[in-house]
């Protein structure tokens, strides 16, 4: 990806009076609303709540085009009628299209448990919330990429919502410059500020690893401007939405907490909102949106 140089008026609006914006109050209101839905199993009737909700909020907060990207999943004979939410901001000057995504569903343990009290503070509401964050700040300044903010639904599930909107994007002949995607990114590691940024190395498709390994470690210099967090740069190891888009060849990030291995309240009722760092997440943030800023070419 070719970095934009900055213009002159880029450099009326610097990159730290934008991640001075980032507000942690917003963060645990908009956690707050999503836990208390009683769950996001994507088979249940609270996800359709949930995605309705979401939308109205972007609508609220984005000055861009918000939409539902809808489809259907059949899954053991049952179709599932889905929705994705999509944020989509015009650029100015550019064709190439940068997604931030993270998907809105939540799960118990057993995934077969669709009605079971699913807060999903953590997982995911936590990088939701971060998504929603963005789209409000950077919906009211020009920049020169196309950005999307997408929510997926049905990750838990196997990426349905990421498979489905990967095809409609390839469909419609939309080019696809980079994804990164925040999956559980409230919840630290004890003791420690780190945050895990994955690259893509010999999965699917190769072509596109060097790609992904050089914004990784842009990632990890943006976190040293601009943070005080920790990162950890690895290779794509989980499951989450980057895993459609990089089967297709493009160049995805990951971004998470080490969840899995590190939070004890993993798909459990005890993923509550209670449990989250909000300063933590608030850097994750701060990080996902300078990167944007970054890479549009604004100042620091």
Same mark, same amino acid.
């Given at each position: 990806?070719?970095?934009?140089?900055?213009?002159?008026?880029?450099?009326?609006?610097?990159?730290?009076?934008?991640?001075?914006?980032?507000?942690?109050?917003?963060?645990?209101?908009?956690?707050?609303?999503? &836990?208390?839905?009683?769950?996001?199993?994507?088979?249940?009737?609270?996800?359709?709540?949930?995605?309705?909700?979401?939308?109205?909020?972007?609508?609220?907060?984005?000055?861009?085009?918000?939409?539902?990207?809808?489809?259907?999943?059949?899954?053991?004979?049952?179709?599932?009628?889905?929705?994705?939410?999509?944020?989509?901001?015009?650029?100015?000057? &550019?064709?190439?299209?940068?997604?931030?995504?993270?998907?809105?569903?939540?799960?118990?343990?057993?995934?077969?448990?669709?009605?079971?009290?699913?807060?999903?503070?953590?997982?995911?509401?936590?990088?939701?919330?971060?998504?929603?964050?963005?789209?409000?700040?950077?919906?009211?300044?020009?920049?020169?990429?196309?950005?999307?903010?997408?929510?997926?639904?049905?990750?838990?599930?196997?990426?349905?919502? &990421?498979?489905?909107?990967?095809?409609?994007?390839?469909?419609?002949?939309?080019?696809?410059?980079?994804?990164?995607?925040?999956?559980?990114?409230?919840?630290?590691?004890?003791?420690?500020?780190?945050?895990?940024?994955?690259?893509?190395?010999? /999965?699917?498709?190769?072509?596109?690893?060097?790609?992904?390994?050089?914004?990784?470690?842009?990632?990890?210099?943006?976190?040293?401007?601009?943070?005080?967090? /920790?990162?950890?740069?690895?290779?794509?190891?989980?499951?989450?939405?980057?895993?459609?888009?990089?089967?297709?060849?493009?160049?995805?990030?990951?971004?998470?907490?080490?969840?899995?291995?590190?939070?004890?309240?993993?798909?459990?009722?005890?993923?509550?909102?209670?449990?989250?760092?909000?300063?933590?997440?608030?850097?994750?943030?701060?990080?996902?949106?300078?990167?944007?800023?970054?890479?549009?070419?604004?100042?620091?």
């Amino acid at each position: 990806m070719q970095k934009i140089e900055e213009s002159e008026e880029a450099e009326e609006l610097p990159i730290s009076s934008v991640i001075d914006q980032v507000n942690y109050t917003k963060l645990r209101k908009w956690i707050d609303v999503l &836990s208390s839905f009683h769950t996001r199993h994507t088979k249940s009737g609270y996800i359709e709540d949930a995605a309705y909700w979401l939308k109205d909020e972007l609508q609220g907060i984005c000055k861009a085009t918000v939409y539902f990207n809808n489809f259907t999943q059949t899954d053991q004979g049952t179709d599932y009628h889905l929705k994705n939410i999509v944020c989509d901001k015009k650029g100015l000057e &550019s064709d190439d299209l940068i997604i931030i995504s993270a998907h809105y569903d939540s799960r118990m343990q057993d995934i077969n448990n669709t009605n079971g009290r699913a807060p999903g503070a953590d997982d995911n509401a936590s990088s939701v919330s971060a998504i929603l964050e963005l789209a409000r700040i950077l919906s009211q300044i020009d920049l020169k990429n196309n950005i999307q903010f997408v929510l997926f639904s049905g990750e838990e599930q196997g990426q349905w919502g &990421s498979k489905n909107y990967v095809k409609y994007l390839l469909d419609n002949n939309r080019k696809i410059d980079l994804q990164i995607n925040a999956d559980m990114i409230g919840y630290p590691p004890q003791g420690s500020n780190k945050v895990n940024l994955e690259y893509d190395w010999g /999965n699917k498709v190769t072509t596109n690893d060097m790609s992904s390994y050089i914004v990784g470690i842009f990632m990890k210099q943006i976190a040293l401007e601009y943070t005080k967090l /920790n990162t950890t740069l690895t290779v794509l190891s989980g499951n989450s939405d980057y895993r459609p888009f990089e089967a297709y060849g493009y160049t995805v990030i990951g971004v998470h907490d080490g969840g899995v291995e590190q939070n004890p309240n993993y798909h459990s009722t005890s993923d509550t909102p209670d449990t989250l760092d909000l300063k933590y997440l608030s850097s994750i943030t701060t990080l996902l949106l300078a990167t944007i800023l970054e890479l549009d070419g604004l100042s620091p």
